[in-house]
């Protein structure tokens, strides 16, 4: 009978323990447009949280991205609710068609911001902590900041772009009214985050302006894709040549207008020896082939799974990051650039800022100015006749960068940290 009720407060002593991790488990609720299936950041930051013991719920959209179509298998419904790896995922409906119009493309970011702003107040008060994850418009974040004022929770943002310089730099005429509207909406915006994380370190000197006095900044860079080393290379071409490769977001301010420009300009011999791939997909499609006219050397892939994109990168022998020359992008450093680096491939920066200095600091690759022509199509030049042992130099300094700036794992453990004291 001793031994029987000894058993019995054991069993109930570690039932109370079981229910006492329960109920105290923090929750973190993610606020942003895009989530799995789409391939962003975001995705492995929610399956990180989740794996270290938080309860992880995710306010979005019905996928669209990148094609402004709802993802095969998926429904776009005004609010619905689904799992993934038992993270809890909210979605509210996705306006669609996107991709070729602003009209359709200004109507998603205002519906996310009326939608989610409506669902946040009904599941933002069961959370302990809420991320912003800010892709482009800052109109995003209004669900996130709403659950900040209602329920009084610490909020923290991860910026990926700035506004409201990005919305000049994709077209939008900078008027008195638009600018005082804008300006007071970003004020209002940053001025409720408790924490703000930066992916690019000129970030801060653009925020300044708009968050709290002595508001910290906390450089969050993206992190390089894990790339699958024992995948075969892909055939490229059926002749020896030095390979160029874009991948990515196909718009107008990749500035890739500039680079067919150069690689047309290239001698004949200089072009039989090299190829451009472009890979990816996005609104300035159809555009880019029209201007490269069925040039057998410029070859559109189309969309690659990004599981399968070590393969073209084997392939290739140099990897292009590009942005038009506007202000906002200077500061701008594409997430590409880490994946590029993973791949341990000499990178061509035709892009200024951040990201050139970047790749010229840390002795990656060649920069040049994305408004030049010329010097566009010398640095294609030079790269074609780089020699074997110049383009190893360049490689072998990506993995001490890799370790150090750009680590994975150091990263996700300063931004738990952060959020969460």
């Given at each position: ?26 929750r ?15 995705n ?8 270290i ?75 302990d ?8 418009a800052?109109t ?190 200077k500061?701008t ?21 951040d ?32 020699s ?8 072998k300094?990506?993995e001490k ?21």
């Open positions: 009978m001793i031994w029987l009720n000894l058993y019995q407060i054991i069993v109930l002593f570690i039932l109370i323990i079981i229910i006492t991790n329960v109920v105290n488990k923090k973190i609720l993610i606020v942003t447009e895009c989530f799995y299936p789409e391939e962003f950041k975001i492995e930051i929610a399956l990180y949280w989740k794996s013991g938080y309860e992880v719920g995710v306010l979005t959209l019905a996928p669209t991205y990148p094609k402004g179509k709802i993802h095969k298998g998926y429904k776009n419904k005004l609010f619905q609710k689904e799992s993934y790896h038992g993270i809890n995922i909210y979605r509210v409906y996705a306006i669609t068609g996107y991709v070729d119009s602003k009209f359709n493309k200004i109507l998603k970011y205002l519906s996310f911001m009326v939608l989610g702003s409506i669902l946040s107040i009904f599941i933002g008060r069961k959370y902590y809420i991320f912003g994850y800010n892709l482009g800052l995003d974040m209004l669900p996130a900041v709403l659950i900040k004022k209602i329920y009084q929770k610490p909020l923290m943002f991860w910026v990926q772009d700035i506004w409201p310089d990005s919305l000049y730099a994709y077209g939008f005429k900078r008027t008195i009214m638009l600018s005082g509207i804008l300006n007071f909406f970003v004020k209002f915006i940053y001025s409720n985050a408790n924490n703000i994380g930066i992916s690019g370190k000129g970030f801060e000197s653009k925020l300044k302006f708009f968050t709290k006095p002595n508001q910290k900044f906390y450089y969050l860079p993206n992190w390089a894709d894990p790339l699958d080393d024992n995948q075969e290379r892909v055939n490229l071409s059926q002749e020896t040549n030095v390979h160029f490769t874009f991948a990515g977001n196909i718009g107008k301010v990749q500035n890739l207008e500039n680079i067919i420009y150069s690689f047309c300009a290239l001698s004949e011999a200089k072009k039989r020896k090299s190829q451009l791939n472009i890979i990816g997909d996005g609104s300035n499609l159809m555009n880019l082939k029209k201007l490269a006219n069925n040039d057998e050397k410029i070859i559109f892939h189309g969309t690659i799974k990004r599981k399968n994109m070590s393969s073209y990168y084997k392939s290739s022998d140099f990897l292009i990051v590009s942005l038009i020359d506007k202000p906002i992008f500061v450093v594409p997430a590409k650039i880490q994946t590029y680096i993973a791949a341990k491939k000499p990178i061509l920066a035709i892009i200024n800022g990201t050139a200095d970047i790749v010229t600091q840390n002795k990656l690759g060649l920069s040049v100015n994305p408004s030049d022509i010329v010097l566009i199509r010398e640095a294609l030049e030079k790269c074609i006749n780089m074997e042992d110049e383009k190893v130099g360049f490689t300094n990506s960068i890799l370790r150090t700036v750009f680590n994975k794992n150091t990263i996700m453990n300063d931004m738990t940290n952060i959020l969460t004291n």
